[in-house]
C-alpha cells in the first residue's frame, strides 16, 4: 500500500483512458456529483453462471478505461487491454447521482420504461484482457436515502474476462445503502479471471440487498484473499463467491457480521429460505469439469447479530459457492485455519461451519470429499453445528479431523454431519460414506 497520501492534489475530474492504455492516479479524486468526465452511459454485457446478460446502465467512475459506442453516440464501452493504478485516494459519493437518474431507472429489468437498469459507480473499471492495480485507499460512499427503491449497483474494481484485480492498499464501503443497494468490492461477471486481496477491505452498511466481496460469476479463474476483509450489514452476505469452478484460497482473515434482518421483496433471490450462517457454503451445478477444492488456512469468523428487527430467515457466508442441480464431480473442502460460526439475540438461527444446498427446496445430493479439518472439540451430535445439509453424500476417506481444546472420547464421523429435519422427513438423499477411513487428531 501507499502509505504516502497525505497533501495529495485534490481533483474532481475522473481519470479515464482508452483501448491498450496505461493509468495511474496519484491525486485525491473526490467525486461528489455526476457532471461531464466522470460518467458514463455503459452498455455491459456480463457472465452469469454461464449466461450472457446485457445491460445498459448509468455510471459514475474515479479511474475508467472506456471507448465510445460507435452505433450509439454518447455511450460507452469498458475498453480491453488497459492498466490501472492508483496510488492516490479516490472517493465516490452516489447520493447526487441517485438523485440526478432515479427517474431514468427500469421500475424492473423488463420494464419498457426507463433508459437503465442501474445506477453504477466504478472506482477503477476496464475491459477484458486489463490488469486493476489499488495501492492507495478507495472510498464508496453509499450515501442515498436508506429507504430509496432506485437499484444501485456499486462497483469498486471491475475488469472483463481474462483480467487481473489486484488489492494492495485500502477499500472501505460505507453508508447508508439501502434494500434496492448490490455492493461490491472487488466482484467480476466474465470468466477467467484473477482476483488477490493482500490490502483490507472493510464494508459497513446499514442495509444492502447483496454483498459479494471477492467473487466471480463466470467460469475459471481463482481467487485469493491474503489480507482481511471486515463485513458488518444486514442483507444477503457472500464474502468470498464463486458460480461455477473458479479455484478458491483464503489464506486471510473473514470477520463477517450480519444484523439479520429480513424485508419482504426487498432483497434478492434465495434469501428468503431457511436461515443459515456458515464459513464454507455450497449448492451444487451441473459441472463438466473438475471443481476445485474450497481451501481456508486462514481465519473466518461469521456471526448473526439478532435482534427485535431480525425475522429467522438472516444469511450469512463466509466462502460461498453456488452451484444448483444434478452434480457429478465430487467436491473437496479443506480447512486447516480458524473457523468461528456464532449467533445471538431473539432467533434460534441455524449455523454450521460448512453448509450443503441448505437454501435448496429440491434433492440435489452430491459427493462432498472432507479432507483435513481443523476445530474445537465438542460434542457435535449435540451442537449439529460443524456439518449441515439438506441432501448431500459425504466422504471421509481422506478426512482427517483436528481438534483443539479437550477431546471428546469416540467421536465418530457419523457425528459430524446433520440433514435438516424437514429434508429428512420428505426423503433427501442422506449419506456418510467410509466413515471408518477417518483419522482424528488432538491439537
Known sequence: MNNNLDNLTVTEQSLRVGSGAYGVNRSHIVITRPQTGNIADITEQAIAAGQVLNGRNIALYGMAALTDDEANPGRHHLAPNATLINEGIIEIHLDEMVKAYKEQVKATPDAPKGL???IKCFAMAAGKDSMLINEGVIRIYFDQNIDSETPVYGETLLAGENSTIINNGEIQLVGNGSYATQARAIAVPANNLTIINNGKISLDMERASTIRVLATTGLGGA??????????????????????????LNEGTVDIVSKARFIEQKVSFLYQSYPLACAFYEHSFPNAMTVPPIINTGTVKVHLEGSEASTPHAVAFGIYSEMVGKEEQAHRMENTGSITVTKSGPYDFLVAELGANVQSAKNFPYHIEIGEWRTAARDFAETKDLFVCNSGLFDFAHASLVLEGEALPDVKAEDLVWQRKEAQERGDTFQVLNAGKMTIKKQ
Open 223 to 248: 481467487i485469493v484473499n491474503k489480507g482481511s476483509i471486515e463485513v458488518k450489514s444486514s442483507g444477503r452476505i457472500m464474502t468470498i463467491a464463486r458460480f461455477a469452478n473458479t479455484h478458491i
Open 116 to 118: 437503465y437498469r442501474f
